[in-house]
Antibody, heavy 122, light 114 residues
Framework: EVQLVESGGGLVQPGGSLRLSCAVS????????MTWVRQAPGKGLEWVAN????????YYVDSVKGRFTISRDNAKNSLYLQMNSLRAEDTAVYYC???????????????WGQGTLVTVSS | DIVMTQSPDSLAVSLGERATIDCKSS????????????LAWYQQKPGQPPKLLIY???IRESGVPDRFSGSGSGTDFTLTISSLQAEDVAVYYC??????????FGPGTKVDIK
């Protein structure tokens, strides 16, 4: 069974940092692009970042470029999101997700974790 | 970036009736070399992560009831629930995964029972 479990969320002050983790099981993690998607309270879904299997390619939404870094450890079956210079508008539930198949980045997201809440507030 | 829009913002449909949600992309998401539309539909219920319903614009994900169907091509797409059930109350999102990321989502359409 495919499982994705996020952790690392919490309350952080504006300008602070947080590192999110996503532990996966039930599939060959090293074979898939992985993605972070966020959802502000009561709002819609926002695609945040994704990363290629070997970490050689990453993409970010403009609003987080230069502040967030996506990474992965294939030996630990884990995905990460390092978030620096956090702003109030980064407050959201952060989901990690996997594409439908291992053929590339351009795939719908078929498996999602339950999400972890990040609150940026003083 | 490709901008996705959805209409309506919300709708209320009687049980057993049809629900239709439209999604429009600011540019075509049809890849000519493989004739695939890089468009997905998701369902999200309160307190839950999104669930993939439809990919390649019209292919139902495994386990998704056949009352859900997707159609359209290029820039205009539709999600249809042929006979609304109580468990279909949710917010529905379209997403394009065509262009170089970000793979943008639509703003969502809330579906309720009338």
């Amino acid at each position: 069974e495919v499982q994705l479990v996020e952790s690392g969320g919490g309350l952080v002050q504006p300008g602070g940092s947080l590192r999110l983790s996503c532990a996966v099981s039930g599939f060959t993690f090293s074979g898939y692009w992985m993605t972070w998607v966020r959802q502000a309270p009561g709002k819609g879904l926002e695609w945040v970042a994704n990363i290629k299997q070997d970490e050689s390619v990453t993409y970010y939404v403009d609003s987080v470029k230069g502040r967030f870094t996506i990474s992965r450890d294939n030996a630990k079956n884990s995905l990460y999101l390092q978030m620096n210079s956090l702003r109030a508008e980064d407050t959201a539930v952060y989901y990690c997700a996997r594409g439908r198949d291992d053929s590339g980045a351009y795939r719908a997201l078929s498996f999602w974790g339950q999400g972890t809440l990040v609150t940026v507030s003083s | 970036d490709i901008v996705m829009t959805q209409s309506p913002d919300s709708l209320a449909v009687s049980l057993g009736e049809r629900a239709t949600i439209d999604c429009k992309s600011s540019q075509s998401v049809l890849y000519s070399s493989n004739e695939k539309n890089y468009l997905a539909w998701y369902q999200q219920k309160p307190g839950q992560p999104p669930k993939l319903l439809i990919y390649w614009a019209s292919i139902r994900e495994s386990g998704v009831p056949d009352r859900f169907s997707g159609s359209g091509s290029g820039t205009d797409f539709t999600l249809t629930i042929s006979s609304l059930q109580a468990e279909d109350v949710a917010v529905y999102y379209c997403q394009q995964y065509y262009s170089s990321p970000p793979f943008t989502f639509g703003p969502g359409t809330k579906v309720d029972i009338k």
